[in-house]
T-cell receptor, first 115, second 116 residues
Framework: GAGVSQSPSNKVTEKGKDVELRCDPI?????LYWYRQSLGQGLEFLIY????????KSGLPSDRFSAERTGGSVSTLTIQRTQQEDSAVYLC?????????????FGDGTRLSIL | AQSVTQLDSHVSVSEGTPVLLRCNYS??????LFWYVQHPNKGLQLLLK??????LVKGINGFEAEFKKSETSFHLTKPSAHMSDAAEYFCVVRLSGDTGRRALTFGSGTRLQVQP
């Protein structure tokens, strides 16, 4: 597809379960970002990947959160032992490069609900 | 340090009247500035960007924004609101040459409501 693709679009799970969220960036984009958007709030940075460099994990809220990016393309965000406060929309974005004048292109997000 | 302040959390206008969404930024270096729009249950869509070229930037759907360095502002405007403009709008600042978390700062958002 032409844009950033995220799956699933919605995920409902029980507290304590693990979840995996997937992001397929625009082909050729080297930079990939994960954000979290809680109800009525702005975007909270989680993690950033650039090419084969070590990711910037400084935004991950706890060690229950992890992410990987295989082959410089698809990325998976994993949340272990989910808690109710993890309920949010998780957005993925990619850009052609990390240069400051390159905008980020966003997917439609995964709406995660923890029961 | 950089920051972005969207001065109004909520703006309501009538269809056909002008739209003004205000954004002020704080940055020690030459920033890149962006406006994004988010419709319900959708991701963020880029409206326009400023990257030190023309100070008046035209975007999609009739929106434009003017970069005013002296006022550290980057307000978003549209001459005539349409019902389809109802959405959440985010002002974003990014430092030149920086990457990662420190590079992108989002405002808290302005919800635009358009009355018929």
């Amino acid at each position: 597809g032409a844009g950033v693709s995220q799956s699933p679009s919605n995920k409902v799970t029980e507290k304590g379960k693990d979840v995996e969220l997937r992001c397929d960036p625009i082909s050729g984009h080297t930079a990939l970002y994960w954000y979290r958007q809680s109800l009525g709030q702005g975007l909270e940075f989680l993690i950033y990947f650039q090419g084969n460099s070590a990711p910037d994990k400084s935004g991950l809220p706890s060690d229950r959160f992890s992410a990987e990016r295989t082959g410089g393309s698809v990325s998976t965000l994993t949340i272990q032992r989910t808690q109710q406060e993890d309920s949010a929309v998780y957005l993925c974005a990619s850009s052609p490069s990390p240069n400051s004048n390159q905008p980020q292109h966003f997917g439609d997000g995964t709406r995660l609900s923890i029961l | 340090a950089q920051s972005v302040t969207q001065l109004d959390s909520h703006v309501s206008v009538s269809e056909g009247t002008p739209v003004l969404l205000r954004c002020n930024y704080s940055s020690s270096y030459s920033p890149s500035l962006f406006w994004y729009v988010q419709h319900p249950n959708k991701g963020l869509q880029l409206l326009l960007k400023y990257t030190s070229a023309a100070t008046l930037v035209k975007g999609i759907n009739g929106f434009e924004a003017e970069f005013k360095k002296s006022e550290t502002s980057f307000h978003l405007t549209k001459p005539s609101a349409h019902m389809s403009d109802a959405a959440e709008y985010f002002c974003v600042v990014r430092l030149s040459g920086d990457t990662g978390r420190r590079a992108l700062t989002f405002g808290s958002g302005t919800r635009l409501q358009v009355q018929p």
